[in-house]
């Protein structure tokens, strides 16, 4: 139980953080400078639209959502929402969260050991491929990216003829 509280104690406070950046900062700078952070554009205008959407409720659930969880915060902060309401819905979706972690942990946990055992030797081999799999992931990503400017740039061409 203790894990549980300190975890969300924890988010809650890293939360505050991001919700502080985005109050005082705003928007123009998260744009900017964003995607030093891992934050784009896109996925911040996916996270004001949750917000928009769903209110302090986005927030709860948002702590729940893989990608919507690290830039919820911004949107709340950006919008001024009321910091009592924020960290008591944040505290309250990092709880859900890490309840969840927590309690998948301790049902797994009496079979991690033999789990290790069974991957004796092959640890190196996943670790390779994770990390061929993550640097194809992002050299992808680069390409893909760059083929779109590519596009962009073309149409704007277009345009100007």
């Known amino acids: 139980m203790a894990v549980i509280v300190v975890g969300s104690l924890g988010a ?4 505050i953080i991001a919700y502080y950046l985005g109050r005082k900062l705003g928007r123009p700078l998260l744009d900017r400078y964003g995607r ?9 205008d996916k996270a004001e639209a949750w917000f928009a ?4 409720y986005g927030i709860l659930i948002g702590h729940a959502v893989p990608g919507i969880r690290s830039i919820i915060s911004f949107p709340a902060g ?6 009592k309401r924020f960290a008591l819905f ?3 979706g990092a709880t859900v969260w890490n309840t969840v972690l ?6 797994l946990g009496q079979y991690w050991m033999s789990f290790a055992e069974s991957l004796e030797g092959w640890d190196i ?5 994770a990390a061929v ?3 194809a992931y992002v050299a992808l990503s680069r390409w893909r990216d760059a083929a779109r400017a590519k596009n962009r740039e073309s149409i704007d061409e277009d345009r100007d003829i």
């Open 12 to 15: 809650m406070c890293g939360s």
């Open 36 to 44: 030093y952070l891992g934050m784009k554009a896109e996925s911040m």
């Open 53 to 56: 959407r769903w209110g302090s």
């Open 78 to 83: 950006i919008s001024r929402m009321e910091l």
């Open 90 to 92: 944040t505290f309250l």
């Open 102 to 107: 927590v309690s998948v942990g301790y049902m």
């Open 125 to 129: 081999a996943i670790l390779l491929t």
């Open 133 to 135: 799999l993550f640097i």
